[in-house]
Nanobody, 119 residues
Framework: QVQLVESGGGLVQPGESLKLSCAAS????????MGWYRQAPGKQRELVAT???????NYGDSVKGRFIMSLDIAKNTVYLQMNSLKPEDTAVYYCNARTVSGSGFLDYWGQGTQVTVSS
């Protein structure tokens, strides 16, 4: 089991920045990958960023060059720095942890944090 607790969402204006945090209940050494996903009303959940055990980040096309994912190993915490925010970034953002289980994977999700970009 991995518990994930997100924080940092809120209301910002277009062009502003926001930083999300996600604290995991387990050490990253026991987690295969961490990630951020988002879901806007009426839309499917989409990839924002993921980071594997080699600390290599992968970003969704819509956020490349604007968002940066990082981690603090000592705090078991991942971050998502969101810059140059746009109204279309408005969504509930979810933290994800993936662990290896047998021949497959187990996904764990946080409760989500709302990000609203509006003037």
């Amino acid at each position: 089991q991995v518990q994930l607790v997100e924080s940092g969402g809120g209301l910002v204006q277009p062009g502003e920045s926001l930083k999300l945090s996600c604290a995991a209940s387990r050490s990253f050494s026991s987690i295969n990958s961490m990630g951020w996903y988002r879901q806007a009303p009426g839309k499917q959940r989409e990839l924002v960023a993921t980071m594997n055990s080699a600390v290599l980040a992968n970003y969704g096309d819509s956020v490349k060059g604007r968002f940066i994912m990082s981690l603090d190993i000592a705090k078991n915490t991942v971050y998502l720095q969101m810059n140059s925010l746009k109204p279309e970034d408005t969504a509930v953002y979810y933290c994800n942890a993936r662990t290896v289980s047998g021949s497959g994977f187990l996904d764990y999700w946080g409760q989500g944090t709302q990000v609203t970009v509006s003037s």
